[in-house]
């Protein structure tokens, strides 16, 4: 398995956006200058769409971006180099990157939120995808999956995880039509249910994170496990 991209989203009640090149600054700042791109303050209209981002931080590879709007803030690692990445050892760097961000967008920019998300999408290097999917169905379906090109399946839950009441998408690609795609692919996203009114604080925040992080790895072992057996 590799971790092929990670997303970390705040959907923000507020935020103050009137020093932009400030929040660029202080983000770099404590987060010891991982984004070492160029920063992009982009002249948008005030009245511009919420969701437009207003600031765009990356690295000099671009394989981690964070774009600031005043709807969201999102935080994308890709990984461009298809490189083998284990989830325990990004778990660990995410972790203290979204604590030292959410600390400064709290503290100094007055951030706050009723929704967190986390997506993250794993790749396998197996042989027969399809074959993996379809062996898993009632073999009443196995002569209509076995000649496919591409096979989903999509499983949606609502747990609650610490204190957190959130919505549990997986989703399973099996593909045999793109070289540039692993073969076999489990995307997980957890964020918070869309019902919540409670803004979730500071220490609230890192804590889903934390938690998610964690839940996030056992979701996909626990899939790519039950598949490859």
């Known amino acids: 398995m590799t ?3 990670l997303q970390v989203g705040f959907f923000l009640n507020t935020i103050n956006l009137l020093d932009k090149l400030s929040i660029a600054k202080n983000i770099n700042t404590v987060t ?3 984004f070492d791109g160029e920063p992009l303050i982009l002249p948008i209209p005030e009245n511009a769409p919420p969701e437009i981002p207003r600031i765009i931080l990356k690295t000099k590879q671009e394989d981690l971006i964070m774009n600031v709007s005043y709807s969201r803030i999102d935080i994308i690692f890709e990984n461009k180099q298809k490189k083998i990445i284990h989830f325990n050892e ?3 760097k995410f972790n203290d990157l979204i604590k030292k961000i959410t600390i400064s967008i709290y503290k100094n920019f007055s951030a ?4 967190l998300g986390l997506v993250t999408m794993a790749g396998y290097d197996v042989k027969n995808p399809i074959a993996i999917i379809y062996k898993k169905f009632d073999k009443r379906f196995i002569n209509e999956l076995k000649d496919s090109k591409e096979i989903q399946a999509h499983i949606f839950k609502q747990e609650k995880i ?3 009441k959130i919505n549990n998408w997986i989703r399973i690609i099996a593909q045999e039509v793109n070289d540039k795609r692993d073969k076999f692919n489990i995307l997980n996203d957890l964020n918070i249910q869309e019902d ?3 803004i ?3 220490d609230d925040v890192i804590l889903f994170y934390q938690k998610m992080l964690d839940y996030n790895e056992q979701n996909l072992n626990k899939y790519a496990s039950t598949l490859f057996d």
């Not at 706050?112 to 929704?115: H, L, Q």
């Open 196 to 198: 919540n009114k409670e």
């Open 162 to 164: 610490s204190k957190f």
């Open 90 to 92: 990004l778990k660990e």
């Open 112 to 115: 706050t939120t009723k929704r």
């Open 200 to 202: 979730i604080g500071l």
């Open 3 to 5: 971790i092929n991209s």
């Open 32 to 34: 010891n200058n991982i």
